[in-house]
């Protein structure tokens, strides 16, 4: 079993840069990815991207592509989401997870096979 820890998330203005991060601990070399998800308030949780362990391949949806940036830190167990010119639609609690697909299918990100989650870290985009 793999826990998770998200951290990093707050109070940012519109077209400001935010960076969470993802600490993985027990079993960290027991999963395919990791995936970055967010659920908005009154919204279903949605996938923002994902990175497979092994080769650092990464993917986006499409509503971030060219703003965030997924990246890893195998030997601290961590992941990392750089966000940058933010906006107010981006306001969420962001959870990472475990994942088994990380992939493109008809050029749109795919994430399935999520298993261990983490508690979440809110990220609110406001003036």
């Known amino acids: 079993q793999v826990q998770l820890v998200e951290s990093g998330g707050g109070l940012v203005q519109p077209g400001g840069s935010l960076r969470l991060s993802c600490v993985a601990s027990g079993f960290t070399t027991n999963y395919y990815g990791i995936g970055w998800f967010r659920q908005a308030p009154g919204k279903e949780r949605e996938g923002v991207s994902c990175i497979r362990r092994n080769d650092g391949t990464t993917n986006y949806a499409d509503s971030v592509k060219g703003r965030f940036t997924i990246s890893r830190d195998n030997a601290k167990n961590t992941v990392y989401l750089q966000m940058n010119s933010l906006k107010p639609e981006d306001t969420a609690v962001y959870y990472c997870?475990?994942?088994?697909?990380?992939?493109?299918?008809?050029?749109?990100?795919?994430?399935?096979?999520?298993?261990?989650w983490g508690k979440g870290t809110l990220v609110t985009v406001s003036s």
């Open positions: 997870a475990t994942l088994k697909v990380c992939t493109v299918v008809r050029d749109r990100a795919l994430f399935a096979g999520m298993a261990s």
